[in-house]
């Protein structure tokens, strides 16, 4: 149940930052809220996590799997260009998530 929930709130999560650009700077009102509600829900469900599951495979699996979406949504949505760096760095994230969870972190 704790991931799934933490799944939830890495969606929330890249909701809120996919937001950001529409909010142009806090000046806009509701894509300002839509943002902020999004973030402070994120947060809310990762304060429940991490009193299931230990903080650091709980923030490894919430930076690595929130970059890859982001880095989608960006890419796909938001007309953000990728290069080949870009790739290996996502890459390199993906697997050091991949190698704490597989090494027993939890």
């Known amino acids: ?4 929930l ?4 890495i969606v929330l999560e890249v909701i809120g930052t996919s937001l950001l650009r529409s909010t142009e700077g806090f000046t806009r009102l509701w894509p300002t809220v839509a943002c902020l509600l999004a973030y402070v829900a994120a947060f809310l469900l990762l304060s429940r996590i991490v009193q299931e599951l230990p903080i650091g495979v709980t923030y ?3 930076s690595g799997i929130g970059t890859l979406l982001i880095v ?4 796909t949505l938001l007309g953000d260009p990728f290069t080949w760096r870009a790739g290996v760095g ?4 993906v697997a050091g998530v991949v190698v704490l969870n597989l090494g027993g972190a939890h």
């Open 1 to 4: 149940m704790a991931y799934l």
């Open 60 to 62: 490894a699996l919430w």
């Open 6 to 9: 933490l799944l939830g709130a």
């Open 72 to 75: 989608t949504v960006g890419v």
């Open 90 to 93: 996502i890459g390199l994230i």
